[in-house]
């Protein structure tokens, strides 16, 4: 797959499209290869199924940058949109990414939603990650900053923490049944 995807990006420098050609490379899940005792593609939130790679490449309107902000797959479309002058979008969620490649701080509006299926949802806000069973009501708090494999649940050292992400959670819910 690498050889060949390196031979379009090829075809377009050698054509002279790349500067006219929007290349959007998007994973659709991680895959466990043994962390946290995972293995492969699981129903499960865990950083090793929902960390995966975005890459945009659109010379005219993104220069190379890494953007750290947590962004999520719905982001995709409206960044899609926006890159080739659309402005109207009706009601599509998510939001156009073209400010942070841009350089724009995204670290206020980063709050993410993932959900492995209709019992295990998380949300994300700066590096606090909350994790929610629905079925079973537990709850597990991460600090993605010191604790990116997820092994040290924070939610009884933080509830103040865990009840203001619930409280989002709770909200997307209702507009998310």
């Known amino acids: 797959m690498d050889l060949e995807v390196g031979r379009l990006l090829q075809q377009l420098r050698d054509t002279e499209l790349w500067d006219r050609t929007l290349v ?22 865990s950083q090793v ?17 890494i953007v750290s902000t947590p ?14 002058g659309i402005k ?4 599509l969620e998510g939001r ?6 841009g350089g724009a701080d995204g670290s206020q509006q980063a709050t993410v939603v993932e959900r492995a299926d209709r019992n295990q949802v998380a949300i994300r806000q700066a590096n606090w990650k909350l994790v929610v069973d629905r079925a079973s009501g537990e709850r597990f708090l991460y600090d993605l900053g010191k604790d990116h494999q997820e092994t040290w649940d924070y939610a009884a050292q933080q509830p103040e923490v865990v009840q203001r992400l619930q409280g989002i959670l709770e909200e997307w819910w209702r507009a998310h049944p």
Request: no cysteine.
């Open 49 to 65: 199924m929902v960390a995966i790679p975005l890459l945009l490449s659109y010379p005219p309107l993104i220069a190379p940058t």
């Open 96 to 101: 156009s990414l073209l400010p942070l490649a």
């Open 71 to 84: 962004v999520q797959t719905i982001d995709v479309m409206p960044t899609v949109l926006d890159a080739i």
């Open 88 to 91: 109207e979008r009706g009601r």
């Open 24 to 45: 959007v490379v998007l994973a659709d899940h991680g895959q466990a290869l043994g962390e946290g005792g995972q293995w492969f593609h699981n129903a499960s939130v």
